[in-house]
């Protein structure tokens, strides 16, 4: 591919990744899909990610997910061309010496350089990548780098440090262009550290969460709520389970449901909406309610109740009438 990512992929990545609130996830993954025919690499790259899961996209987006088919597109995505498909496939152990002969570029190095300049360029998915290469030392293969290059092991631990540390910024670059996942690395980092060449920092952890929450990432705002009650600032615990429902996060109304029958941060009620939009999230989701006239609003009220865990919700039978999916 070029030394810049296509304006389909730029547009992707801002509605799965920078923007994902905004629900246009099917419109990005459709997007991908034409790209990705039409030769576009790292389109293929985006499109084999969104079906990897949560780990790798915004369950949100309810993407499907196929091991089988992102592991085709990711190796597709090297045969076109993409720097950024060479570098993930490095990284989650698919870049094999018979896929890496495949690659249009000299060496690995090439390819790393090619990311890097998007990265500077100020792409945050970019930037993500080049920080996962120092933070998972894929930088030693990418270098050609091993301790029998070094007149010491405390030299060549020099040199990983000096490496390994680069991650940080890097993160950070991603975190702040909206590349949310970059948070979870830079938690581990702050929080673990690197077997004795990193020591670990949790106080620069503290504030991540909230960071990605006030950017309007729901997932941020979700886990930043529980931050929230457990610290004991209810109200604000609240709100934020509030502004996770409305970006979409699901299971975040069921917490919502969860605050006002409980009497979380607010006077204890059970607000019927709130709880039948969360069984509509994805998780717990009530499809139909056969003849809803025939319950009366306090029987629901005391299925509801007696059903609120959202953790445990999807475990009840179906009563008459409720479908549960």
């Known amino acids: 591919m070029g030394k810049t990512l296509s304006n389909e992929v730029k547009q992707a990545l801002e509605d799965i990744y920078y923007h994902e609130r905004t629900g246009r996830g099917k419109e990005a993954f459709a997007l991908l899909e034409q790209a990705s025919a039409a030769g576009d690499g ?6 084999a990610r969104c079906y990897c899961g949560r780990q790798y996209v915004w369950i949100g987006h309810r993407f ?12 597709k995505s090297v045969e076109q061309g993409s720097a950024l498909g060479v570098l993930i496939c490095l990284r989650c152990g698919e870049l094999t010496p018979a896929l890496e002969q495949k690659m249009p570029f000299a060496n690995l190095q090439e390819a790393f350089d090619v990311v890097l300049g998007q990265a500077q360029d ?8 080049i920080g996962n290469c120092y933070f998972w030392w894929d930088f030693l293969r990418i270098q050609n780098k091993g301790s029998e290059d070094f007149p010491n092991q405390a030299a060549f631990k020099a040199y990983l440090k000096e490496n390994i540390s680069k991650c940080e910024d890097w993160f950070w670059k991603a975190l ?21 060449i990193i020591k670990p920092d949790p106080s620069k952890a503290k504030d991540l969460f909230r960071i990605g929450a006030e950017y309007g990432h729901p997932l941020h705002q979700a886990i930043y709520a529980e931050d929230l009650e457990e610290a004991g600032r209810k109200e604000e615990a609240l709100q934020w389970f509030q502004k996770a429902a409305d970006g979409g996060h699901p299971g975040a109304w069921c917490d919502v449901g969860r605050c006002y029958a409980e009497g979380i941060g607010t006077a204890k009620n059970i607000p019927l909406n709130a709880l039948r939009r969360s069984f509509r999230s994805g998780i717990l989701t009530v499809i139909t309610v056969w003849e809803r006239r025939t319950f009366s609003e306090e029987v629901l009220r005391r299925i509801i109740t007696r059903h609120l865990s959202c953790y445990h919700m999807h475990m009840i039978r179906a009563a008459d009438g409720v479908s549960f999916i």
């Open 122 to 129: 100020g792409d945050a998915f970019c930037q993500y990548v």
């Open 64 to 75: 499907p997910e196929d091991d089988d088919k992102a592991t085709a597109l990711y190796h």
């Open 176 to 196: 702040r262009g909206g590349m949310y996942f970059a948070a979870n690395n830079l938690n581990q980092y702050y929080t673990k550290g690197d077997e004795d």
């Open 42 to 47: 790292d389109a293929t790259c985006i499109l």
